[in-house]
């Protein structure tokens, strides 16, 4: 019988041999996506139990040590070298990609014409002359201003978002990110003015949802493992220090996280009545 599906192959493998290891046989078929399959429906409930725990900590060092003790080439999953452009597709959906594209080229063209100028095309309204100027509440998350800062939120951005477009939908997706950035940008106004940008308040937003749904519906597939959100957190806490002595939106990262919290918490209200 049909168990579960995931995206990620390596997942999939994970747990068939940590299943064997239980002395539970799982097989794996590949479609869009890695389908287990379950020979003994005896133990559907002890599986589905062993299920659960996995989806809330896939990386655990127990499911490593299966593949070690018990990995076998007989699962149904074959490994094929891919591109890395084909890697990067699997995981990320249109509106991820489409996104990363429009700030990659943002951050091409504030090379060209320089951060000011572009800041006064894209920032925040400065004042009520600009506030039918809508583009202007949202093209704030496009603005970069240095590879490092560009790299490190697209990175992010690709691992969370797509996972959460792929589970849930370009729909999902897009209001996290319209919401999200709209309450971030229109905070960091408050604390420091308008001449800031970047995505880093969206990708908050993606992790404070996806720890926050995992922890609540595991079932969905949508997590973000606990030490990356204590690596979040951290981080949130070294920007208000000055720690590194860069100049970081800390005001936008806290409501981010205040946004995608909230928003998991209500989506999953009715997982947890039921």
């Given at each position: 019988?049909?168990?579960t599906?995931?995206?990620?192959?390596?997942?999939a493998?994970?747990f068939?041999?940590?299943?064997?290891?239980?002395?539970?046989?799982?097989?794996?078929?590949?479609?869009e996506q890695?389908?287990?399959?379950?020979?003994?429906?005896?133990?559907?409930?002890?599986?589905?139990?062993?299920?659960?725990?996995?989806?809330?900590?896939p990386?655990?060092?127990?499911?490593?040590?299966?593949?070690?003790?018990?990995?076998t080439?007989?699962?149904?999953?074959?490994?094929?070298?891919?591109?890395?452009?084909?890697?990067?597709?699997?995981?990320?959906?249109?509106l991820?990609?489409?996104l990363?594209i429009?700030?990659?080229?943002?951050?091409?063209?504030?090379?060209i014409?320089?951060?000011?100028?572009a800041?006064?095309w894209?920032?925040?309204?400065?004042?009520?002359?600009?506030?039918?100027?809508?583009?202007?509440w949202?093209?704030?998350?496009l603005?970069?201003?240095?590879?490092?800062?560009l790299?490190?939120n697209?990175l992010?951005?690709w691992?969370i978002?797509?996972?959460?477009?792929?589970r849930?939908?370009?729909?999902?997706?897009?209001?996290?990110?319209?919401i999200?950035?709209?309450?971030?940008g229109?905070?960091?106004a408050?604390f420091?003015?308008?001449?800031?940008?970047?995505?880093?308040?969206?990708?908050y937003?993606?992790?404070?949802y996806?720890?926050?749904?995992?922890?609540?519906?595991?079932?969905?597939?949508?997590?973000?493992?606990?030490?990356?959100?204590?690596?979040a957190?951290?981080?949130?806490?070294m920007g208000?220090?000055?720690?590194?002595?860069?100049?970081?939106?800390?005001?936008?990262?806290?409501?981010?996280?205040m946004?995608?919290l909230a928003?998991?918490?209500?989506d999953t209200?009715?997982?947890?009545?039921?």
């Amino acid at each position: 019988m049909q168990l579960t599906q995931f995206n990620n192959p390596r997942m999939a493998q994970a747990f068939v041999d940590y299943m064997a290891t239980r002395g539970v046989t799982l097989h794996i078929k590949k479609e869009e996506q890695f389908i287990l399959l379950l020979e003994d429906e005896t133990k559907l409930v002890m599986v589905e139990n062993e299920l659960e725990q996995f989806v809330r900590d896939p990386f655990h060092p127990r499911y490593q040590a299966a593949s070690w003790q018990s990995g076998t080439t007989d699962s149904g999953l074959h490994y094929q070298r891919d591109s890395l452009l084909t890697n990067l597709r699997q995981r990320a959906g249109p509106l991820t990609i489409l996104l990363g594209i429009a700030c990659i080229a943002v951050f091409i063209l504030m090379q060209i014409v320089g951060d000011r100028t572009a800041l006064a095309w894209m920032a925040w309204p400065a004042d009520s002359s600009q506030y039918f100027q809508l583009w202007r509440w949202f093209s704030h998350a496009l603005l970069h201003f240095s590879l490092l800062h560009l790299v490190f939120n697209l990175l992010w951005w690709w691992y969370i978002g797509g996972a959460v477009e792929k589970r849930l939908g370009s729909g999902k997706l897009f209001v996290i990110a319209l919401i999200s950035a709209l309450l971030s940008g229109w905070m960091q106004a408050k604390f420091s003015g308008v001449w800031f940008g970047g995505l880093s308040g969206v990708v908050y937003a993606l992790m404070g949802y996806a720890w926050l749904r995992g922890e609540r519906d595991p079932e969905s597939g949508i997590f973000l493992e606990r030490g990356l959100m204590a690596f979040a957190i951290l981080w949130l806490v070294m920007g208000y220090f000055g720690t590194f002595g860069l100049s970081i939106a800390n005001a936008a990262h806290v409501t981010g996280l205040m946004v995608g919290l909230a928003m998991a918490f209500v989506d999953t209200r009715r997982v947890n009545k039921r």
